[in-house]
């Protein structure tokens, strides 16, 4: 429904209200790192470590991380030939993100058919839309299998230091497992939410019951499993739980069944669009799965949201949906007008204004009570924070077991020996369960846990100090033979962070491969190609995700200002489909122009 101009200015003016609610002067220094007290909250409930002898040997290839990017890399560089690929990983297993999130409920919130990689060469259908955790653990493990990555895998095991040996050119890789064997190449792919982290809430230290971090789910205090079975031993708990962000939306739902009592304690609710999970129908599948289907589905949705000009919208859900949205207000426009003139602009947050108003309609259609139902409104734009999409989360709170205690933007009070304090009130519990996320926005080398040595010593991190600097996200200059696997200053397809590692993955295993036929022993970015590539990067329109009038959040530093370094943290001017062409043809063309081959 189009919205009045007065009815804009209202909804402006408690944007703000809200917003100021919640602008803290601590920004992200507000949560605490794991450790001490706390420091089992990272430890693996899943699979007991097994001793081994340490490694001292040389591999063709280390890559540290097995997640997707690991895993992707790896079958990539095995389909062109380099068979001596070691993973390292901090997990007991294949899986990344995929390996320690076992929450109830978890499910990728991207659709399975281009969230899941590798679809066509591991033969696989995804049984959902949004395919449950279990499932996805299980298509790493495949991935592992068939591409025999399992053999010279180390589990259990971080990275210490990575080091490049100017004399014999290749790396060292020292482990906490005391391994020190070296490496022709590396590659790094430590993910980017991937260190728990928790609020710096007063007096977190002296709760005397049970706690846990929902990356780690404790399944032997809740009973139940990952596989969303009945978590039978929370039947005569209170438990609060603490974050109402995507991981939260997806447990509440079983905590809500399960316990006792559920206490959320909300200090912004995030907003709660459509689901529409579903079954994949096999017989569609079959007739729609014909050579070459995924990468198709995978450039349709990144052209989909990078605002259109794919004649179909593939994935069809409430991500092409925001952007169909846009398109469709800036469709009245003559083609004249342009993008960014004021009165564009202006349909655009109109169809957002819109599009809020909707969702936060939908909570008053399902959540019976209405102070509640009031509670649970998002007062910001959709993309301030990461969209949820859930058909579960706001029916929870018309079971009777389900108490949301809203701390209208300023989070718990304090935490006791026996529960949490909200709006000056002690509710007992007797677990906390910590939906409060990942670390974001801090450095990659902090993130990884481990630094690296290129020439002369020096430090990744002495490197970026002024900022990231890279050809393609993936080169850095001084670091021969270092490949990294992430999104920034490549196509920053955030989104679906998949679509990037695929694009990455196969334009190193190609540059392996051309080094190996031409017997070169070392790979590196000339320094003139990759400033080139950055001053190319900031003719873009940049920009961290969040605006700054956002409600504080990950996206936009919680509010606060960015570091000068963060203008480096972007990713193609044109956008991530022109970034996906542009690599292809760049690595196809066979001349990899700025790689100096010796
Ligand atoms: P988030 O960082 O999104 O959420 C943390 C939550 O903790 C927020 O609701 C935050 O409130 C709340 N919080 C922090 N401090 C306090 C406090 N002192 N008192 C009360 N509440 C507090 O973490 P998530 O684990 O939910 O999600 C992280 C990201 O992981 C997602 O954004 C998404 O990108 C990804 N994810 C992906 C999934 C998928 O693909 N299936 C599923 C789950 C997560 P506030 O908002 O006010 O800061």
Redesign the pocket.
């Known amino acids: 429904m189009a919205i009045t101009p007065a009815e804009k200015e209202k909804l402006k003016k408690k944007y703000a209200e809200e917003r100021k609610k919640?602008l803290r002067a601590d920004g992200n220094d507000?949560?605490i790192r794991i450790g001490g007290k706390f420091s089992h909250y990272r430890e693996d409930p899943y699979l007991p470590i097994k001793e081994r002898a340490p490694k001292t040997d040389h591999v063709k290839f280390a890559f540290i991380g097995g997640g997707y990017a690991g895993l992707v890399t790896g079958a990539r560089l095995v389909e062109h030939g380099i068979n001596d690929v070691r993973i390292i990983e901090k997990g007991g297993d294949f899986g990344g993100?995929w390996y320690w999130?076992r929450y109830p409920g978890?499910?990728?919130?991207?659709a399975s058919l281009v969230?899941m990689p590798l679809l066509e060469e591991t033969n696989h259908m995804p049984s959902e839309k949004?395919a449950h955790a279990p499932e996805l653990l299980e298509h790493c493990q495949t991935i592992g299998n068939q591409f025999n990555l399992y053999d010279n895998a180390l589990f259990h095991t971080a990275v210490n230091e990575l080091r490049w040996d100017e004399d014999d050119q290749v790396w060292h890789i020292l482990t906490n497992r005391g391994d020190d064997f070296t490496a022709q190449y590396v590659g790094i792919g430590t993910g980017i939410?991937h260190v728990p982290?928790l609020?710096?809430?007063d007096g977190i230290k002296d709760f005397k019951g049970h706690s846990f971090h929902?990356?780690r789910w404790d399944y032997a205090y809740t009973g139940g499993d990952a596989s969303g079975g009945f978590m039978e031993k929370l039947k005569d708990k209170r438990v609060a739980l603490?974050?109402?962000?995507?991981?939260?939306?997806?447990c509440v739902p079983h905590l809500a069944k399960a316990c006792e009592t559920v206490y959320v304690?909300?200090?912004?609710p995030?907003s709660v669009d459509v689901r529409g999970n579903h079954p994949i129908d096999a017989k569609w599948f079959e007739e729609m799965a014909t050579p070459g289907w995924q990468q198709k589905w995978l450039e349709n949705f990144a052209v989909n949201l990078a605002g259109g000009g794919a004649e179909e919208d593939l994935v069809q859900d409430g991500w092409t949906d925001m952007s169909r949205r846009v398109r469709d207000a800036m469709a009245d426009f003559p083609k004249d007008v342009r993008s960014d003139s004021e009165e564009m602009l202006e349909a655009v947050e109109n169809s957002d204004f819109e599009k809020m108003e909707d969702i936060r309609a939908r909570v008053d259609s399902i959540v019976a009570d209405k102070k509640t139902s009031e509670s649970l409104k998002a007062w910001y734009k959709q993309l301030c924070?990461?969209p949820c999409f859930h058909d579960e989360y706001l029916d929870a709170f018309n079971e009777s077991s389900t108490i949301l205690l809203d701390?209208d933007?300023?989070?718990?009070d304090h935490i006791t020996e026996k529960g949490v304090v909200v709006q000056g009130v002690e509710y007992e519990v007797d677990c906390i369960i910590?939906?409060?996320?990942?670390e974001?926005g801090t450095s990659l080398i902090r993130r990884a846990g481990f630094e690296t040595y290129g020439h002369d010593g020096i430090t990744l991190s002495q490197a970026w100090s002024d900022g990231m600097r890279s050809k393609h996200g993936i080169h850095v200059r001084n670091f021969p033979n270092a490949f990294i696997v992430q999104p920034t200053q490549g196509g920053n397809f955030i989104i679906n962070v998949p679509s990037n590692i695929l694009e990455s993955a196969m334009t190193i295993a190609m540059i392996v491969r051309h080094a190996e036929d031409r017997g070169c022993q070392t790979i590196e970015v000339s320094q003139q190609a990759q400033d080139a590539w950055v001053a190319h990067l900031l003719t873009g329109p940049g920009g961290p995700l969040g605006s700054p009038d956002c409600?504080?959040?990950?996206y936009n530093n919680?509010g606060r200002a960015m570091v000068p370094q963060a203008r480096y943290a972007v990713g193609y001017p044109t956008g991530a489909p022109a970034f996906f062409r542009y690599i292809k043809e760049w690595r196809e063309s066979g001349d990899f122009e700025g790689i100096d081959f010796a």
């Open positions: 919640r507000q949560y993100t999130n978890a499910q990728c919130d991207i969230y949004y939410l982290k609020p710096g809430i929902t990356s603490i974050g109402t962000g995507a991981t939260a939306i997806q304690c909300q200090r912004t995030s924070k990461r701390t933007g300023k989070g718990v910590y939906a409060t996320g990942f974001v409600t504080p959040g990950y919680e």
